[in-house]
């Protein structure tokens, strides 16, 4: 007899499994090749048309450089698209004028506050692969008077605090005042913003998440404002400056007689007395109990508890009784010691043990943490 060779249907899935991990591998190699060359591919483009856009713009005048319908005005769009390789792609061009100190720190005797101007082009691309590509660059003015032949000026915003510290990352929002319409707004690391704007009037508010909010306001809300809407001047710097602080909770509580914290009865009932013995409570008044016409020798009452929620201190008991001939009225306070409601010992509360007769009685000297809730007993003799 001949045996034959083969392979087991334990070895046929190993195989198999092996090289279905080999397989994949190399599949998800080849997607992550294909996606890295494809984002390259899309960098390289947008990177050339950002580069094209910058190249354009340096072969303008230094005044046509700017976007239309924006400050400062110019010849540029805002937005175009171009299409490579079957994607849309889009240029965003932004232009500011910027504030240089080199050139002598911005006052108002500056007379040319706009000393360059700062491009940004941005190349952005959707799809699987997005991104975006964004280039910037300085375009300077090649003389004094062509950075001067520019319009508008500079609103420069400071916001510190009650210590004169400058406040980091503030929002501020330039504002137009007719309209309300934010026209422009930046949130500066150090505190200080140079906004480039048109000759005109604008609101300008600050806030920050946790602090005080401020603004500037026109003649229209405050005949005489202290802090008015700033005018900006062709050529000219105009500073401004906010003091906003962080903020904090301040909570008062108030007490006063009939509200929470003060406890009374004038036994019109009994819905404020928890416990009582031999004592009958009747329009007002309080008596021991008569048999055969001959009342109970004594007799006691031990009011509900009594626990302001929000207890600063005991302060003291006021009391109004009148007795007959050979009666007698002694108070005393019980405190829960875990247990049961006892006596104040007479350490916290010297004259508790005998009963108080005279009004009023002082419990400013017992501890709130120990004592944060009480009950009042009368006791009756006759």
């Known amino acids: 007899m001949k045996a034959s060779k083969g392979f087991t249907l334990t070895e046929v899935l190993v195989g198999t499994a092996l ?12 997607q992550l090749s294909l996606k890295v060359i494809g984002l390259s591919k899309a960098k390289i483009i947008a990177t ?3 580069s094209g856009q910058i190249e354009k713009i340096r072969n303008l005048t230094y005044e046509s450089i700017g976007v239309q319908g924006d400050f400062p005005e110019g010849v540029l769009e805002a937005t175009t698209t171009a299409i490579q390789d079957n994607i849309q792609y889009t240029i965003e061009t932004r232009v500011d004028y910027m504030v240089d100190l080199a050139d002598g720190e911005v006052s108002p005797q500056d007379e040319c506050p706009n000393d360059y101007k ?8 959707p799809g699987r692969f997005g991104g975006q590509v964004i280039l910037v660059t ?27 510290v400058m406040v980091s990352s503030p929002l501020i929002e330039i504002k137009d005042p007719a309209t309300d319409e934010t026209l422009k707004t930046a949130t500066p690391s150090e505190g200080r913003y140079y906004f480039s704007l048109s000759a005109s009037t604008y609101k300008v508010v600050v806030s920050k998440d946790g ?19 700033p005018a900006i001047l062709e050529g000219k710097s105009t500073p401004i400056s906010f003091s906003i602080d962080k903020l904090s909770n301040f909570s008062i509580d108030t007490l006063s007689p009939g509200g929470e914290g003060y406890f009374s009865d004038s036994f019109s009932d009994e819905t404020k007395i928890s416990e009582s013995s031999n004592i009958i409570v009747s329009d007002g008044n309080v008596n021991l109990t008569e048999t055969e016409e001959v009342y109970s020798l004594s007799g006691y009452l031990i ?29 005393q306070f019980l405190y829960f010691d875990g247990e049961n409601w006892v006596l104040i010992p007479e350490d916290d509360l010297p004259g508790n043990s005998a009963g108080f007769e005279n009004s009023p009685v002082d419990l400013t000297g017992l501890n709130i943490d ?3 809730q009480l009950k009042l007993k009368g006791n009756l003799s006759t």
């Open 118 to 125: 700062k491009v940004q082009v941005k190349v952005s691309w």
């Open 19 to 30: 090289m279905l991990i080999v397989f994949l591998g190399i599949f998800g190699a080849y």
């Open 303 to 331: 009011s509900t508890v009594i626990a302001p929620e929000s207890l600063i201190k005991w302060k003291e008991f006021y009391f109004n009784d009148s007795t007959s001939t050979d009666t007698q009225i002694l108070y």
């Open 211 to 229: 602090y005080s909010a401020e603004r500037t306001y026109g003649t229209d809300e405050i005949t005489t404002p202290d802090n008015p809407h």
């Open 138 to 164: 300085d375009i300077a003015p090649k003389n004094l008077i062509e950075e001067c032949s520019t319009g508008g000026g500079i609103l420069s915003v400071s916001v510190f605090d009650a210590y004169g």
């Open 48 to 50: 050339v048309l950002a």
């Open 370 to 372: 120990h004592y944060s």
